[in-house]
Structures are given as C-alpha cells and as structure tokens.
C-alpha cells in the first residue's frame, strides 16, 4: 500500500481517537467506559451518561460535520484557484454569513436559530461568489495578493454594515455575538439534519474532482491542450466549496483558518494528489476542530473559549508563517 | 427600532443629500478641467516649482472646508443663526448660545476635520508606498489592533481617560509587529499586505472574545465605539489631535521626495542613493502614527482613509507634498460632511459617522477594486 493510504488511515484512527476524547473533556469529566456505554448501551438514570448522550455527542458530531466541510471547501478552493490563501474565512465567507443572519435577526425578527440558519447559508453562498468574481477580474486570474484583498475588502464591507446593525439595537446583539464567535455549544441538531444531503453530495462532488484539479494543477493551457473544459471543472468546483463552507458556517458560526490551514497539512503528508489531498482533508479537518474545541473547554475551565476564536489563535500565525515561506507562490 | 422606520428619512434631508451629491460630482468635473500650470518661485537659497493647479484646488477645498464647517456650527437639534454662531465661536465667547456652540458643536467639527485630515494622509502614504490603491490602516489591522486596546480597556471598565492612550499603543504596536513579521531580507509590498491580513484576523478574533465574554452592558459601548463616532468630542480630543498634525505632518512632508524615489522600484531607488528599507521604516511609522492619533480619538473608522486619496489621485495622479496637503484637506471635508449627514438624516436619531462612512465607502470601494484588477 502507497504512504498516503497509511496517512489518511492515521487519520481516521486519530479522528476516532479525538471523538472519544470530546465525550469524556470538560467540567465533568467522563472515563471511557462510561463514555463507551452512552454510546452503545445508554442508561438514562446515570447522569455522566446523560452529559455525554446530550451535550456532547451532539457537539461532536456537528464539530466532525463542520470540520469535514471547511477543510474540504479549503481544499477545492486552494485547488481551483491555485492559490494558498484560498479558504473560506479569507473569501468573505463568514462575514456574509453574519451579515445576513443580523439582519435577519434584526430586520426580519428571526429568533430561533434554525430560522436564521438560512440567511446564514445564503449570504455566504452570495458572498463566497461576490469575492471569486471580484478577484477573477483582470489578467493572471485569481493571484494571491488579488484574492486576499477582494476578501479582505468585501468582508471590511460587510463587516462595517453587520455592526451597523448591531448598533441600532442591543437585542440583536446580545443574541448574535456568541453566534459571531462560532462555537459548537448550543447548537441544535435540526441545521445539521437539514443540511445533511446537501453536504454528503457535495463532499461526493469534491472527491469526484480530484482528478480534474489534477489536471488543472498543470495550468490552465495545459488542462485545456489535455482536453479539458476548464470553464465547467471552475463553475462545479466553486458551487461544491462554497455550498460546503456556506453548510459550515450555517451549523457553527464564522470558524475561520480551518480550510486554510489543513489542505496544507494535507498537502504536506499525502502529496499533491488531489483525490488523496481531499481524502486527507476530510480526516484531518474535524481532528483539528475537533482539538481546538477540546483545547477551549479545557484552557479557561469551567467557561470554555469558543471554538473559533481558538482556530483563529492557532491559525493566524500559520498564515504568517506560510506568507513568509517561500512555497507561497507555487502551488 | 426598527430598519423600516429608520429607512424613512424626511423628504428635505434627502433633496440636501441629492443636491450634495450632485455638487460633489460637478465638483470634481470641474476641476480636472483646471489647466495644468507652474511657476517657477525663487527667493534666496530656496527655489521650487510650484502647482498652480494644486494650489487653486487646495483654496477650493479650503473655502469648501470653511463653509461646511460653519454649517456643522449652525445647524443640528437647536438651530442657531449663522452670524450669532459664528459670533459665538471666534470672538464673543458667553453669551445665549455658548454652551451649544463652543462645547457640543465647534470641538466635533474641529475633531472631523483633523481626524479626517489624519486618515487620508494615512491612507495615501499607504497606497503610494505599498504601490496598491486597496491598502489602507483599517485594512492591514492597525486599526483593529487600536480598537482591541479600546475595547479591552471599555469592557473591563477601567478609567476612560486612559482610552485614547491605549488605541495609539495598540495602533503602534500592530504597526511595529507587521512591520518586523513582514521582515524577510528586506519587506516586500505584498508580503506585508497579507501579513497585515492575518495579523488583522488575528486581532479581531481577540476583540470577539472580549465581547462575549463581558455583560452587554459594557459591550454595547465597545460595539459603539467600535464602528467610529464623533458624539461627544471635547476639546481635549481637539488638543491631541492638534498636537498629532503639528507634529507629525512636517516630517510627511519631508519624507514624500524619498516616497517617490521609492516608487520607482527598490533597485532604481538604491541606485538613485536611497536608503530603502530605512526611508520605507520611516514613511511606514509616519503613516501609522497618522492613523493611530485618529483612530485614538474617533475609533477605527472604516473607509476615509481607503476611499479619499484614491479620490484625490484620479484628479491629480501621483503623490506630491502638494497631493498629500490636497488629500488631507479632502479627508477633512468628506469626513464632516459624513458627520453632518450623520447627524440630519434620520434626526433626531443620530448615527454614528461609521455608519455613513461605510455606506458611502463600501460601495464605491467594490468598484475600485474591480476596476484595480482590471488595470493590473
């Protein structure tokens, strides 16, 4: 068997490794046996158990969820643009999301989540396509400095009207700033129910195009002389990410450098294969989400951190480390 | 409140916007219609040319400035005639109208005016120096990193007087941490830019925290401050803002002859005898100083600093001292005029200047960057 087979099979051991881990982490803490019990044989007298079955095994499943989609939508991202700063934080994703779940808070008077879950999803899938147009403009297609600044300026934008918003009334604003922070706690299980088939075909979808952002990989007149429509391998795999990153930050809040962060990893351990890049990602994605949200239970216990403000703790500095290496230009 | 009873704003103040606008456009027509002169001046040792062209922008805006401001004391909750007003003001302090005048009206003119002064120079030096019309303090994070210090210092409730002092700090700081992270034999434009990006991120996520972890009493404030205001300046903002543009402009100045050596591309600048990286250093620490005292005073007001040199370079191309002069005085009108529409289009309710800021910015800001990419 090939290295990246043993790696991506590394993954699933430490995935499931991480999953046990975030059923036992947190203010009260659980031993394997009881964790393994509320799994397999629940007993609903027994409160360690009940902790586990309702708080946490929710919480993990939408972590796994959530990791899966950005680390994958990060990866076609960075594949079609070629580009290492594509991800969705960096696309304006998140902040589309929040600015129309504000104002759907605010304008609409949305209270529940899984009302306001929707306008989340559609104003990062409005956003995600505003960026990618703006930075496709101009000669040389989507260079890094190009989509960064679309990314960044379109998010200054929305960002500037969100808190707009949020100033004309406090109501709004306590409800959404711990949405804002992108967390995992309190999140019902209904948007992840709801979003399921669509994430599942598009996870599909991104596997099936490994092999034609191979081909791309070799630059645009190569892919087009080799026969193939790179128009069309552009259109499907800019809907799969941004459906992906859109379904994400739709179930746990603007989560940022997750899709930025682990296709590089990947990249790292498997090679520059595509279809074993996206296979890779689709494990180590929800580990390191997963470890971020056990880090931010266990660093200001018994509060937690919110998953996102760890991500963003961990993952800007990787982004100034992989500006100033050198491998930014080539990909 | 609701959005659709603030998106009711009264016929009257929609004409003055309409009109505004308009004038603004025949403002701009008409000055690129100005003939391009010099004129050589000597006097003694010193001789220069002049931009005849430059000078009769900057008087219009100067003259524009000057009467926009006289507006900002005039009208708002309780009007007042123009002459008493002006009255009030410069000479005859007391009197009916003194404490409207001279507490509430003069120091928040004089506070958009040299914040607005501050930002644009900023931006400016940003651009030319960085060689990209889409750079700005707000977006490389030196704003933001301003606005942690601030919030830190709103949701602990710590005294408020240390508030400016802070935002300047954080200001410096996240200048200096950009500038040292971006260091790599030498700082390339574009390494900084995506530095600033991350370090940007960065921050923010730290402003998130603070704002869930505090009560919503405190962080209300933080949210408000956050966006940028004006409300309450007081003549102590007036005074460090001053004291920032006495100080810090002669050396701008100073420094736009090595800028534009700089621009000609680091090895035509060494060969031309520049020391590129030190003059580089110092434009970078000029320009964030710039944007930390505004930001100190106002919060991180988004766009001003983005959005005005971009405009003032369509009318007269590259940066000279002049340029500089000519892109401060326009921050300082578009920042006011942004604060009075601020203040009359949904009165009585007021908003805070961001918010206008950013409704006039961001719009022509996309529309900048499109046609950016399309011209690389």
Avoid at chain 1, 207 to 218: A, E, I, R, V, Y
Avoid at chain 2, 15 to 44: H, K, P
Avoid at chain 2, 219 to 239: E, I, M
Avoid at chain 2, 306 to 328: Q, S
Wanted: contains cysteine; positive net charge; charged residues 10%.
């Amino acid at each position: 068997m090939s290295r990246p087979f043993w790696w991506v099979l590394a993954g699933v051991a430490s995935l499931s490794l991480m999953s046990l881990t975030s059923l036992m982490v947190g203010p009260v803490s659980v031993d394997v046996s009881q964790a393994w019990s509320a799994l397999f044989n629940f007993d609903s007298s027994d409160t360690s158990q009940v902790v586990v079955r309702q708080l946490r095994l929710p919480r993990t499943v939408l972590a796994i969820i959530s990791g899966c989609c950005l680390a994958v939508a990060g990866a076609i991202t960075q594949g079609v643009t070629r580009n290492p700063l594509g991800g969705p934080g960096i696309l304006g994703i998140n902040a589309g999301a929040a600015f129309a779940m504000v104002t759907a808070i605010h304008g609409l008077n949305i209270l529940s989540p899984s009302g306001y879950v929707w306008f989340a999803f559609i104003g990062a899938v409005v956003a995600g396509f505003l960026v990618y147009i703006v930075a496709q403009v101009g000669p040389g297609g989507t260079t890094p400095v190009k989509l960064a600044l679309a990314g960044a300026v379109v998010t200054a934008l929305l960002s500037a009207w969100t808190s707009t918003l949020l100033l004309l009334d406090e109501e709004t604003l306590d409800e959404a700033r711990f949405w804002l922070a992108g967390s995992l706690t309190g999140r019902g299980t209904e948007e992840a129910r709801l979003l399921f088939p669509l994430i599942v075909v598009a996870l599909v979808g991104a596997l099936l195009l490994g092999s034609s952002l191979n081909t791309l990989s070799l630059g645009e007149e190569t892919a087009v002389s080799l026969g193939q429509k790179v128009g069309l391998v552009r259109l499907s795999a800019g809907v799969v990410s941004i459906a992906l990153a859109a379904s994400a930050v739709a179930i746990a809040g603007p989560i940022a450098f997750v899709g930025l962060a682990v296709p590089h990893i990947a990249r790292a351990l498997v090679g520059s294969d595509y279809r074993w890049v996206t296979l890779m990602c689709l494990t180590s994605g929800p580990c390191l989400l997963l470890g971020a949200d056990i880090v931010g239970r266990m660093v200001v216990s018994p509060l937690e951190l919110q998953v996102g403000i760890v991500t963003a703790l961990v993952g800007a500095p990787f982004l100034i480390f992989l500006v100033r290496s050198r491998r930014l230009t080539s990909l | 409140m609701n959005l659709l009873s603030l998106a009711a704003p009264s016929l009257q103040t929609l004409s003055y916007l309409v009109v505004a606008f308009v004038s603004v456009a025949i403002a701009i027509s008409l000055s690129r219609r100005i003939t391009i002169s010099q004129r050589a001046v000597r006097c003694r040792i010193f001789s220069g040319l002049t931009d005849l062209r430059l000078l009769r922008l900057c008087m219009g805006t100067l003259l524009l400035t000057i009467f926009l401001g006289l507006l900002g004391l005039e009208i708002g909750e309780y009007p007042i005639p123009r002459f008493e007003a002006i009255k009030t003001a410069l000479w005859s302090r007391g009197g009916e109208f003194d404490f409207v005048v001279n507490s509430l009206r003069f120091p928040r003119v004089l506070a958009a005016l040299l914040a607005g002064f501050c930002l644009a120079i900023s931006g400016a030096l940003f651009q030319s120096l960085l060689g990209n019309p889409l750079v700005s303090p707000d977006v490389i994070g030196i704003n933001t990193g301003a606005a942690l210090c601030a919030v830190f210092v709103l949701t602990v409730g710590a005294d408020l007087s240390v508030l400016p002092w802070a935002a300047f700090v954080g200001a410096v700081l996240t200048a200096i941490l950009i500038y040292s992270l971006a260091w790599k034999q030498g700082v390339n434009g574009s390494r900084l830019v995506l530095i600033g990006i991350g370090i940007n991120a960065l921050l923010a996520s730290g402003i998130t925290y603070l704002m869930v972890k505090y009560p919503i009493e405190r962080v209300v404030a933080a949210a408000r401050w956050q966006v940028g205001s004006l409300f309450g300046s007081s003549w102590s903002d007036v005074r460090i803002l001053t004291l920032g543009v006495v100080i810090i402009t002669p050396l701008a100045l100073l420094l736009v002859p090595k800028l534009r050596l700089l621009q000609l591309g680091d090895e035509l600048a060494i060969g031309l005898g520049s020391r590129v990286e030190m003059e580089r250093m110092a434009i970078i620490v000029v320009a964030s100083a710039y944007a930390a005292i505004a930001v100190a005073v106002i919060g991180p007001l988004g766009f001003v600093a983005l959005l005005v040199p971009h405009m003032v370079r369509l009318i007269v191309g590259p940066l000279t001292g002049g340029g500089l002069l000519l892109t401060g005085l326009v921050g300082a009108l578009f920042l006011l005029g942004c604060d009075l529409v601020a203040q009359q289009l949904f009165a009585p309710t007021t908003l805070p200047v961001g918010v206008v800021t950013a409704a006039l910015g961001g719009p022509y800001f996309l529309f900048i960057l499109v046609r950016y990419n399309r011209a690389l």
